[in-house]
Structure formats: C-alpha cells, structure tokens
C-alpha cells in the first residue's frame, strides 16, 4: 500500500514539477513577445490613405488605399526603409492587387469594375489615371503611357524597351463594357497603332 501511495505522489510532484516549468516558460514567452512588441512599436509605422479618386470611385466597385511602411533604427543605422503598397477593400478582406509578372491575365481587377461602367473615348483617360493609381509606373521609368482603341481593344501602354510596347489589353463588349482585362509584355505590330 505504501508503494501504491508513493507512486501516486511521485506522479503528483513530477505533474506539478512540469506545470511549474511550463508556465514560467510560458512567462518569459510573454515578456520578450511584449519586448518585441516594443520593439516594432518603436521601429515600425504604418500609414494607410484612401484613394478618393474620381476615377477610382467611378471605375471601381470597392475602396482603394495606399499604405505605407516605414521602418528604422533597424541595425543601428538612421535611415530608413519604405514599402508602400495598394490594396482593395471587397467588403470581406482586403487584398493586394494582382501581381503582374509576365503576360497576366487578371481577373480579380475584371470584377472589380463597376457594372455601369462603359469604356469609351470619354472614359479612357479616367481609366488610365485608375491604372496610374493602382498600378503605378516607377518614377525612374521614362513616361511612355498612350491608349488607344484597335480591333476591339484598348490598349493602355505602360512601357516601351527597344520598340517593343507593353501594357493593359481591356476587351470591351459592343457596348463598351470591360469582359477581360490583361497585361502584355510584347505587344504584337498588328495591335499597335
């Protein structure tokens, strides 16, 4: 019987044992996540603005906001380092825009646009100034933006490297309702002006 009881105790110091361990554990989890928290209080900020765009609230079905992240102090130097980004609030989760990389089709920023909105000579300069927004051209890049309509399209150039064009390819209906929305690395002769 007394074996009996002193595995039972044995059992009941080693559970108290490790419950003591674990949350003095779990203290100095707290105490260094409130420190890095401190940390990134001090070091980080960010900032974030709507767009209040005619052409954003006239184009798009949703709000748009430019954010930016600075961080400093990092390493000991005082610069500091910048990201800004844009994003669109659908009423759910707010999303980065899609990422263009090669020949992109994109078909979040299709549905985006508002179901009244028309594509027409007296919109294009509206929606290039949504692109600019949204999509916007470094600044060290020479500004090569045109649009034009051809064979059914527009087209909204963004780029130019040794004569070959790049930039958004909008197919409209007869109506001049946006059905497609992609972004071209090389534009074909035949579609360019």
């Known amino acids: 019987m007394s074996r009996i009881c002193k595995n039972i105790v044995s059992k009941f110091l080693v ?57 400093k102090n990092i390493y000991g130097e005082k610069e500091k380092q910048v990201n800004e980004f ?6 759910n989760q707010v999303k980065p825009f899609e990422r263009i990389k090669t020949n992109t089709d994109l078909p979040e920023l299709t549905s985006y646009i508002r ?7 007296e ?34 150039l963004r780029d130019a490297y040794f004569r070959t064009k790049q930039g958004f390819e909008i197919t409209v209906d007869s109506k001049g309702k946006i059905t497609h929305i992609c972004y071209k690395m090389k534009w074909d002769e035949a579609e360019s002006k």
């Open 15 to 71: 559970a108290i044992f490790l419950l003591s361990v674990s949350s003095s554990f779990c203290q100095d989890d707290i105490k260094a996540t409130l420190r890095l928290d401190n940390f990134l209080n001090e070091s980080c900020k960010t900032n974030y603005t709507e767009i209040t765009s005619e052409a954003v609230k006239n184009i798009l079905k949703y709000n748009v906001f430019y954010i930016t992240q600075e961080t």
């Open 86 to 91: 844009i994003v669109i609030d659908n009423g």
């Open 115 to 121: 179901e009244d909105f028309i594509l027409n000579k």
């Open 123 to 156: 919109s294009a300069l509206h929606f290039q100034t949504l692109l600019d927004y949204i999509y916007p051209i470094a600044e060290w890049k020479p500004d090569k933006r045109e649009f034009f309509f051809k064979n059914g399209k527009w087209y909204f």
